[in-house]
C-alpha cells in the first residue's frame, strides 16, 4: 500500500505548517510514491490473506498455484468452514451446529455467547416458517434459561419473541430480526469464532489497510493539498481543487 505509507511519512513534515497548507504536485506525488518499494511477496501474502479469511477456496488454490504464495491453514478447512457458513446463511442452523460441532466441540463449549446466536437464530428460523407453538417452547425450554444467567441474552430473547405478537411482521419494531441481514450477521460470527480457534485472524488485512488509507489521507488533507484516492476499487490519483 505505496499511498498510505507515503502518507504517514509526510504527516510530521507537513504539521509544522501551521498557518497554509502546503501544496503537492502529481509530478512530486508520483515521485514519492515510486520511491517507495513494495515487495511483490507482501502484496501476494495480503491477497492470499483476503481469500482465506473469506472464504474463497478455488480462488486461493488458483492464486497458490499461480504465485507460489502458501496458505497459512490447510485450504480444505475452508470448506468445512465454508460449509458451516452457507448454512446458517440458507437458515439451516442445526445442520450449522452439528458442522462446528463436527469440526472443533470447544468452539461452542467455551464461547456461550455464539452458542446463544445461533440458537436464537434457530428461533428465528421457526418463526419466519410459522411454527409458533415449537417456537414458543424452543424459547421457552432452550432459550430462557440462558437468559435468566446472562442479562443482555435476556434482553435479546425478548427482543425476538416479540416477533410472535405480530401477525404481519413488517409493521413489528424488531421485523429487522427477520432479515436476511440478520442470517449474515450470525454466519459472519460464527465464521469468526472458526478462524480463531484454528489461530487465524478472524478479519482479513485488506479492509484494515484500506481503512487506515482513508484515515491518513484525511489527517493528511488537513495540512496539505495533494493528489489522493477517492474511488478504493480504482485507486486512481484524482488532482484536488487548488
Known amino acids: ?44 501474502r495480503l491477497v492470499m490473506n483476503f481469500l482465506v479469511t473469506e472464504g474463497y477456496v478455488e480462488a486461493a488454490e488458483k492464486f497458490r498455484m499461480e504465485s ?44 456461550p455467547q455464539l452458542f446463544f446466536h445461533l440458537q436464537q437464530q434457530r428461533l428465528i428460523e421457526l418463526i419466519r416458517n410459522g411454527k409458533l407453538e415449537e417456537a414458543l417452547e424452543f424459547a ?19 427482543k425476538t419473541v416479540a416477533l410472535l405478537a405480530f401477525e404481519d411482521v413488517s409493521n413489528c419494531p424488531v421485523g429487522e430480526l427477520l432479515d436476511v441481514s440478520q442470517r449474515l450477521k450470525t454466519a459472519s460470527e460464527v465464521n469468526a469464532a472458526i478462524l480463531t480457534s484454528q489461530s487465524h485472524e478472524k478479519d482479513p488485512k485488506l479492509p ?33 481543487a487548488v
Open 1 to 44: 500500500m505505496p499511498l498510505f505509507w507515503i502518507v504517514i511519512r509526510q504527516l510530521p513534515e507537513i504539521e509544522a505548517m501551521a498557518t497554509s497548507k502546503k501544496v503537492i504536485t502529481r509530478e512530486e506525488w508520483e515521485k514519492r510514491l515510486s520511491d517507495i518499494k513494495i515487495r511483490k511477496e507482501d502484496m501476494n
Open 68 to 111: 507460489g504464495t502458501d496458505p497459512d491453514i490447510d485450504l480444505a478447512t475452508i470448506t468445512d468452514r465454508m460449509a458451516v457458513k452457507k448454512a446458517v446463511q440458507a437458515g439451516n442452523v442445526e445442520d450449522a451446529i452439528e458442522k462446528v460441532n463436527d469440526l472443533n466441540p470447544e468452539i461452542l463449549d467455551t464461547n
Open 140 to 158: 421457552q425450554e432452550e432459550l430462557a434459561p440462558r437468559g435468566e444467567e446472562n442479562q443482555s441474552f435476556l434482553e435479546e430473547l425478548e
Open 208 to 240: 484494515s489497510l484500506l481503512k487506515m488509507l482513508i484515515w491518513a489521507q484525511n489527517q493528511l488533507g488537513e495540512k496539505a493539498v495533494y493528489p489522493h484516492i477517492n474511488d478504493l476499487s480504482t485507486a486512481a490519483l484524482e488532482d484536488p
